[in-house]
């Protein structure tokens, strides 16, 4: 570490002005508050006034219609989107559905996580172990359309999802199954490593009293370690929940003709032109990950991000 | 806490002032035939000197430039003789056009009849000088200042094209070769979950066709005037459509894909996606007997284009005879250039496709956008509008 | 660490299976590079290095490749500044809203992409572009730079509350102004975290594609836009395999490096 410059003792009679940079920085040294200003200023202004100033224009454009043959914004207000939302069984059907790819995706993620997270921080050698975190992560680097595109290909009609099952036609084919399927795939490593994180912060010695007690492998996986990586484990489900949300890509691309919330979202945007509609149907991941993020808040999980 | 809820409080009013300003309704026209005008636009006066590149909005395979098909490139010769570097954007449907329109970030876009009128009623196209486009003049008479491409004998753009949607099927796992459109609307079908058709509210249209004639107690006579009972039966007959439905399309290379693998073995298609699959499986596609729907591209430009010297100049390029006869072969359909029949490939090609057949052309049920205001001149009754259209196509696809 | 053998074995069992199902689509990109068929028949008919020929002369993947870095870098700088200055913030001082700052970092990468991009498109549209400033590289950089934050964030958090305050505090009494403790102390003790954080947040910004879908200018085209042009265009769909392959083996160096750097300051966190 390179030394400290110290400064020379300022004895009688060798009175001297301070230096202006030092002067300002022992002001604020004394001025709390406006060093916290200084460093909050920046974030949030682009936090508070870019980006939940577009989430609130967003929310505002959703109480606004569109002119059906136009297509142009009329900038009345109204709550028309939401009624027809609630009044409509299909958005109901679909949005029920997203959360339950998201949930389906989050558990699965976590079931093959735990014990691979487990084997690298507390099994493999630390020769390996390195090696075997790279291993995980170099898929973070693949493309993720590439990634999707080449499970089209392995599900296609005929391909080797479908020998697999015992001839074409038999594999699971592209619809909701290959969409829960393909987005386990995805964000596997997204939950790998909060929970790998975590139990590296695991200290061995507690592993070793509980063997000391007599318990066997499974008993202390059940009772020490598993309640101290649930956090860790709902930091990864941030991830794959929120992803497997708004996803609309994969969907078009293994769904065969299913539809997510992300898709209406998309469609209404892009092909309908109806931005207050896909506002408005937009608020309804919003809302369901607000609520997520506040229940695993008390878990602790956001500090093992 | 009680800070927190004032806070939150004032946000909430804060958010539902911003809803109220902006002032209420905007500028634009409402369906055709109400008497409204389009917006007043300007047309271009006179070509000048070209801005260096255009950014042009298009159906796929409309501007080809070597990288599909190193022997399929008309846009390098016209970057060659113009100066004008051309960047494409492919829009999968005409919603996605029009969006696309409206962003005011393209010059110029090949837009089918469902998109033509919302484009020019919406202000977002401008009329065509067509003095500037000497090309014009050889243009087929039937497709000129039609109803989807000028309002009040002011042209809003140039013809392209036309053609019909098909029905591709998988010959070695279809049998026996189907004829009608009822092998992909009917219920019990042994082709469940291989079927295909194409994503867009548009294709309604289609079911409204198939049950014109099989139902004709529904008594309708326009595929795009629906009223409530004739729009419940089509809505119903896709609803039933979408247990067989393995996948939508509106990609067309999606499609190429998916019959080469035999996900799907017969759906609605384009000529165009039977020539890519070519004999890398074995496809046929034919007209079924029913009739069908279609589409008659047109070239508008842009109402604020950025590029309009080189819009004009792609204008001219594209229904000259040489390049039109290159694209109608390429994509497989009828060329607007009546002078382009003497320059295709296949020198059958303009009599398999009726190019200069006006009665044929009359007989497809050509892409526009549905209004309230009855297009078969029906006084008594509303028929179903776009948005309607768009509602319903999220409930059937469920 | 006393586990059974046969839970070792076990857990080995689980560890390759699951590397081994990571690994197979990614097997099949590679081998699916050099397949000479165009979509991709299995078995491959045909065997050719072609499609790698095409790649290289590719200028639309070399033109994407290379707006990707600039797009990664300019977010990866953002992020760290930001990230790094929310993280002193909230770490070394108690305020109103503490919590609330700690969420709202978070928010960008918990809401759905999609909800992201609209936001921030409509944003632009109605508030940036009437002053002159259209969407473009900047805008897919200010997109990008919002979720990337929230990385650097968590890294440099979980560093500053294993380094407390002593040792700011020490240098202090030594006589050093805050400028030179944070140069000469604080700094070189987070630069590992703010290498990890770096490293993801360029992560995270060179494979994103929603929102980049919906801030990108019309002449700004990142890789993973460039590939999703043309995922499924014939001609291109190989190519498009052997960039994937490319950017695999490719990324093998930063994250040994990032793993060496966070190994060598006694395990941070990627």
């Known amino acids: 570490m390179p030394p400290v410059p110290v400064p020379a003792p300022a004895g009688p009679g060798r009175a001297r002005a301070p230096r202006p940079g030092r002067a300002l920085s022992s002001w604020l040294y004394r001025h709390a508050r406006v060093r916290l200003g200084l460093l909050l200023s920046a974030p949030l202004l682009w936090l508070v006034v870019a980006y939940l100033g577009a989430l609130a224009l967003l929310l505002v454009s959703s109480l606004w219609t569109v002119d059906t043959f136009t297509g142009d914004i009329v900038r009345h207000p109204s709550l028309d989107n939401f009624r027809a939302i609630a009044g409509t069984p299909v958005y109901r059907t679909v949005a029920l559905r997203s959360v339950a790819v998201a949930a389906a995706v989050t558990v699965i993620d976590a079931l093959i996580a735990l014990p691979m997270a487990f084997y690298l921080a507390k099994v493999a050698a630390p020769r390996w172990r390195g090696w075997l975190v790279i291993a995980v992560l170099t898929p973070l680097w693949a493309s993720y359309l590439v990634k999707a595109y080449a499970w089209r290909v392995m599900l296609a009609n005929g391909g080797p999802l479908d020998d697999l099952f015992g001839g074409p036609g038999h594999g699971p084919g592209y619809g909701l199954t290959a969409t829960v399927i393909v987005l386990s795939y995805l964000w596997l490593p997204y939950m790998i490593l909060p929970i790998y994180a975590g139990l590296e912060r695991l200290s061995d010695s507690l592993l070793e009293a509980s063997a000391d007690l007599g318990a066997r492998a499974f008993r202390t996986w059940r009772s020490v370690v598993l309640p101290m990586i649930v956090p860790s484990v709902f930091a990864g489900s941030i991830f794959t929940f929120s992803l497997s949300l708004g996803d609309y890509i994969t969907v078009q691309i293994v769904g065969g003709k299913t539809q997510l919330i992300g898709n209406l979202v998309y469609a209404n945007i892009g092909a309908a032109g109806n931005l207050p509609l896909s506002a408005a149907l937009a608020t309804i991941p919003v809302l369901v990950m607000v609520v997520y993020l506040v229940a695993v808040r008390r878990l602790g999980a956001l500090e093992q991000l | 806490m009680g800070t927190y809820r004032r806070v939150m409080a004032v946000a909430a009013a804060g958010v539902l002032a911003l809803a109220g300003c902006g002032g209420s309704g905007t500028g634009g026209g409402s369906a055709p035939g109400t008497g409204v005008k389009p917006p007043k636009v300007d047309r271009l006066a006179a070509i000048g000197a070209g801005e260096g590149e255009v950014d042009i909005v298009s159906w796929a395979g409309y501007v080809e430039n070597g990288t599909d098909d190193p022997k399929v490139d008309w846009v390098t010769p016209f970057t060659r003789a113009t100066g004008c570097k051309v960047n494409n954007k492919v829009g999968g449907t005409s919603d996605e056009m029009v969006t696309l329109m409206k962003t005011g970030d393209y010059d110029l876009v090949s837009a089918s009849g469902d998109a033509t009128l919302r484009l020019i009623y919406g202000g977002n196209v401008a009329p065509v000088n067509t003095d500037l486009v000497p090309n014009y003049a050889d243009i087929q008479s039937f497709l000129k200042l039609k109803g989807w ?189 009546a002078r382009a029949c003497d320059h295709t490939a296949d020198k059958a090609f303009c009599g398999t496709y009726h190019a200069a057949e006006a009665g044929y052309a009359a007989k497809i049920w050509y892409w526009t956008t549905p209004t309230a205001q009855c297009l078969d001149g029906r006084t008594g009754v509303t028929c179903k509008d776009y948005a309607a259209w768009t509602k319903a196509w999220t409930e059937i696809k469920g | 660490m006393t586990v059974s053998p046969l839970t070792r074995w076990l857990l080995r069992l689980a560890m390759a299976a699951g590397l081994a199902v990571i690994y197979v689509p990614l097997a099949l990109v590679l081998v699916n590079s ?237």
């Open chain 3, 34 to 270: 050099f397949n000479a068929d165009r979509t991709f028949a299995w078995p491959p008919p045909r065997w050719t290095t072609g499609w790698w020929v095409r790649a290289w002369d590719s200028t639309g993947a070399r033109e994407a490749l290379w707006t990707s870095v600039k797009a990664g870098l300019g977010a990866t700088a953002v992020a760290l500044v930001l990230g790094t200055m929310v993280a002193f913030a909230v770490q070394r001082y108690r305020f109103f809203g503490r919590e609330a700052v700690s969420l709202l970092v978070v928010l960008p990468i918990a809401l759905p992409g999609i909800v992201t991009g609209i936001a921030l498109d409509s944003a632009f549209r109605t508030v940036a572009e009437p002053l002159g400033v259209g969407k473009g590289l900047l805008s897919v950089v200010v997109g990008h730079a919002t979720f990337c934050v929230v990385v650097v964030y968590n890294n440099v958090v979980a560093r500053l509350r294993r380094l407390g305050g002593n040792l700011a505090e020490a240098s202090a009494d030594l006589g050093a102004s805050p400028v030179q403790t944070f140069r000469y102390v604080t700094f070189p003790l987070l630069r590992s975290a703010l290498f990890a954080g770096a490293l993801l947040a360029f992560a995270l910004s060179f494979d994103e594609v929603i929102v980049t879908t919906f801030t990108a200018g019309p002449g700004v085209r990142t890789l993973p836009l460039w590939i999703f042009e043309n995922l499924f265009r014939p001609n291109q769909a190989p190519v498009i395999n052997v960039v994937a392959a490319v950017l695999i083996l490719a990324s093998v160096i930063p994250i040994y490096l990032a793993q060496r750097v966070s190994a060598g300051s006694g395990g941070g966190r990627i």
């Open chain 2, 149 to 337: 491409n000028s309002v009040d004998g002011v042209p809003y753009g140039i013809p392209h094209g036309w053609g019909a949607n098909l029905l591709m099927w998988r010959t070695d796992k279809v049998t026996p070769a189907p004829t009608s459109w009822g092998v992909v609307f009917e219920a019990n079908s042994p082709y469940k979950g291989r079927i295909t058709a194409y994503d867009s509210p548009i294709y309604l249209a289609d079911a409204a066709l198939y049950l014109m004639k099989t139902k004709p107690d529904l008594k309708i006579t326009n595929p795009y005037a629906l009223d409530d009972t004739q729009f419940q039966a089509a809505v119903d007959l896709l609803k039933a459509q979408n247990k067989n439905i393995g996948e939508y399309w509106s990609d067309y290379t999606k499609e190429v894909q998916a019959f080469k693998a035999g996900n799907s073995v017969v759906g609605t298609t384009w000529q165009v996606i039977t020539n890519t699959i070519g004999t890398d499986a074995p496809v046929q596609a034919i007209l079924p007997s029913e009739g069908a729907t279609g589409w008659s591209d047109t070239w508008m430009v842009a109402a604020k284009a950025k590029h309009p010297n080189c819009a004009y100049k792609w204008l001219d390029w594209i229904v000259s005879p040489e390049v039109n006869a290159q694209v109608a072969e390429y994509f497989g359909e009828a060329p607007a250039n």
